[in-house]
């Protein structure tokens, strides 16, 4: 039984183990909204130690970060499919953004105030104006390939801006930023999007870049577009001399795939959430449904030592994501089977469906509409799913 699921739904009281990882998160986190917290980057020593400081959102501090190319010497297949994932295009460059080469203009309007996205050569311009006065500013960066959506930084008044409205694929337009107010803005400047404070931007740079995200403060400079190979495994510098020199025990690098299922949650969760740093944000309803390792940590089936149920056990983050349904048949049937071995010692098994279909996910890991967000997110929450069942915290 997974310690921390005390108290999710039946108010029983939070074990030890519980409160000590909660009292991690409560001091690693800047601001709730915000996925960077002390537990998130935490990791197994017992099964291979990672570098010194070492979390997937954060820098590692004086590292050498040699860039993709230098892994792909060795890791060809590995990195160029990679690079291809909506990872490592979680934040690009307008010069390359295809969301933005492909619409010359976008629009949107609320209430007084109009909105565009144009345009200029290489450039994108992001423009507001409530019909007297406009603002604009060239975008920076674009974050989010686009799958679902995408969202626009610019400095404005010397400062990061979040735009207060982004582009949707499945309405191909503009809309209100998921995480903004839906009230209207008081002024133009509001109107313009979210300042982003200093704990703010490490946090979405972090989790979108990498590199830029240093210990105390956002370093742009050094950032590397996109979740790539030295986000998730640290910095390479080290691991490829010792690779030249012949030292193959001391690699210098880190491998998330030999972390344990908790740990592993944790790590990546420090980007897509952990169960404690959404409880503490109080995050209720279907507005939780995008944060995974939260929602597979309240399965009934979970378990903290099973490694057939970590996020590796259906994704590979090497590669892009699969949509087929008929793809993680397999996955879920492994859960099923009794097992025991070195890595796994105690034997856990389940019936398989009664009712005997295929697409497992389709009725047990069911898709919801996330309110604003113009997507339909697979629930990680693994359950059996009856007619007007209410959706689960």
Known sequence: MHLCRLERRYGQLISKKCLQRLTLSIFGLGALWYPFSASGGQMNQSRQPSPAGFQPNRAVPGAHYIGSQACAECHTDKVHSQQATP?????????????????????FREGSYAYAIER??????????DGSRTISEPILWAFGQGIMGQTYVFL???????????FYKQTDGLDITIGH??????????ALGRVMVPDEAQACFGCHSTAAAGPKKLEVDRMIPGVTCESCHGPGENHIAAMKAGNLEEKHIFNPATLGT??????????????????LMGLKGVNNVRFQPYRLTNSKCYDADDHRISCLACHDPHDDLKHEPAFYDAKGNACHR????KSFASKRSAATCRVGKQLC???????????????????????????NDPYPN
Not at 120 to 129: C, E, L, N
Not at 338 to 341: F, G, L, T, V
Not at 363 to 386: A, N, S
């Open 181 to 190: 107010s839906v009230s209207l803005p008081r002024s133009l400047d509001d």
């Open 156 to 166: 404005h008044d010397g400062t990061y801006r979040e735009g207060r409205v982004s």
């Open 338 to 341: 009794q097992e025991q071995s």
């Open 262 to 279: 908790e740990d592993l949650l944790n790590f990546c969760g420090a980007c897509h959430r952990t169960w404690e740093q959404v409880a």
């Open 120 to 129: 200029d050569g290489d450039r994108s311009i992001y423009k507001v104006t």
């Open 87 to 107: 990872m490592g295009h979680a934040l690009e460059m307008p010069v390359v953004c295809q969301v933005l080469h492909s619409h010359s203009k976008l629009q």
């Open 361 to 387: 996910v389709t009725c047990h890991m069911p898709k919801y509409d996330l309110p604003g967000g113009h997507y339909r997110f697979t629930d990680h929450h693994i359950r059996i799913v009856k007619p």
